[in-house]
């Protein structure tokens, strides 16, 4: 007998025009609730944003539109019209919560008030997740993953040590990907409380508070000692410039490796293997062992470390390494993923057929229960595909 999933027996109505809205619909995918995404007879946003397959812009071959909504039930919903709103109203009575990611002008133009939303339908959770919140004075300005980043602070410490160039926004939508963690979470409140008292309620999540949150040092260097951090190149921003954690190998690729001075067991670590490469040259002599000394001859470890690893195979040091129990990692590129052993072995990547095209690989969900289950990847539902199906379930008239 199969485990059961953690949100099955859930219904999810998801309306979204952006990913952290779809993202969010994804995680209740995978965890096994019913996601049924509302569109309009156009197809979603994301079923206009390339890639697209063999470069054939259309609606049902965006690589974007199948990342993030394998497995939802399509429905085509006119909410321009009295009748569309009057269906999206029936999909609602049935439903455990509503997603939805439409900007508040959007959501006027629409007649959608989220608020009379919740009133009328009780125990539904609604979670709202626009660019900044629904209410205050910047609620119907527009944003995207790239504003959100830079009007939340976190824009300022990505990038490369060299400040006359510009901060660099970091890639995987992770502003919208960050506000849909937070959704999930809300909604999961959202259930308890509704378990204790049986009401719903509306949540307001903020894209650009989600990532404001989310700016690691930055805030408690500057809460603390009013110090402000600066971008570095693949390490941590951090109020004074610190030593490059990444070095070249004899292959081409590089690895990352944070060079623990002021700790001694992998200072240690790393000298003994290095020496067993006949490589340490003079950092054995007892002087490398005060704090003081390696610090103010840092400049001649690190030159020794890039000769360390420039000798050497990425894959050598990367498993020696670890083996060390040093911090050391590959730099891989996405397409590296692929043939990792790792994610290999766990099965991360798992076939998908997509209809019309064949099988594809698409990452699992990144999590594994003991006593649950997640739902393997499925194909995207063409749009519209289960239009007919899903009104005749809540007994509407489209």
């Known amino acids: 007998m199969a485990a059961a999933t ?6 999810i109505v998801e309306l979204s025009d952006d990913p952290s809205g779809e993202m969010t619909g994804m995680q209740f995918v995978q965890l096994g609730a019913d996601v049924i995404k509302v569109e309009p007879p156009a197809g979603a946003p994301s079923r206009h944003t390339g890639p697209f ?3 054939e812009p259309d609606p049902d071959r965006s690589l974007a539109y199948w990342y993030y909504n394998g497995g939802k039930r399509s429905v085509v919903v006119d909410l321009e019209r009295d009748d569309g709103r009057a269906d999206l109203d029936r999909l609602l009575a049935t439903a455990d919560v509503f997603v939805i990611a439409v ?3 959007r959501l006027r133009d629409l007649a959608l008030d989220l608020a009379k939303i919740a009133a009328a339908h009780p125990s539904l959770i609604v979670v709202s997740i626009t660019d900044f919140g629904l209410t205050g004075p910047w609620a119907e300005y527009k944003s995207s ?33 960050t506000a849909a963690s937070f959704a999930h979470q809300a909604v999961l409140l959202g259930l308890l409380q509704r378990q204790q008292t049986g009401a719903g309620g ?18 408690p260097y500057w809460f ?40 001694s067991k992998p200072w240690n670590a790393l000298v003994q293997w290095m020496d067993s490469h006949d490589l ?18 840092f400049a001649h470890i690190q030159d020794l470390v890039e000769v360390f690893f420039l000798v050497q195979e990425s894959s050598v040091v990367y498993h020696e390494g670890q083996q060390r129990g040093l911090p050391i990692g590959v730099l891989n590129a996405p397409e590296d993923l692929f043939e990792d052993e790792h994610l290999m072995a766990r099965e991360f990547f798992q076939p998908v057929d997509e209809p ?16 649950l289950s997640t739902v393997a990847p499925q194909p995207a539902a063409r749009l519209g595909e289960h239009t007919a199906e899903v009104l005749r379930e809540v007994g509407a008239t489209s």
């Open 53 to 55: 397959v063999d470069d």
């Open 202 to 219: 509306l949540i307001d999540v903020s894209l650009q508070e989600a990532a404001a949150v989310t700016v690691e040092l930055a805030n």
């Open 280 to 297: 340490a040259i003079d950092l054995k002599d007892p002087a490398y062992g005060d704090l003081v000394y390696r610090q103010q001859n």
């Open 103 to 105: 900007h508040p002008r």
């Open 356 to 371: 019309g095209y064949g099988t594809v690989r698409m990452p699992g969900a990144p999590y594994r229960f003991s006593t």
């Open 224 to 263: 603390y000692p009013r110090a402000l951090v600066q971008r570095q190149t693949c390490r941590h921003a951090q109020p004074v410039p610190t030593q490059s954690a990444i070095f070249e190998c004899a292959d081409g690729r590089w690895v990352y490796f944070a060079l623990i001075l002021g700790d």
């Open 145 to 177: 993953d790239l504003v959100a980043l830079a009007t939340s602070g976190l824009l300022i410490t990505s990038g490369y040590d060299d400040h006359s160039i510009p901060p660099i926004r970091p890639g995987g939508n992770q502003a919208y990907h």
């Open 6 to 11: 953690p949100y099955g027996g859930l219904t």
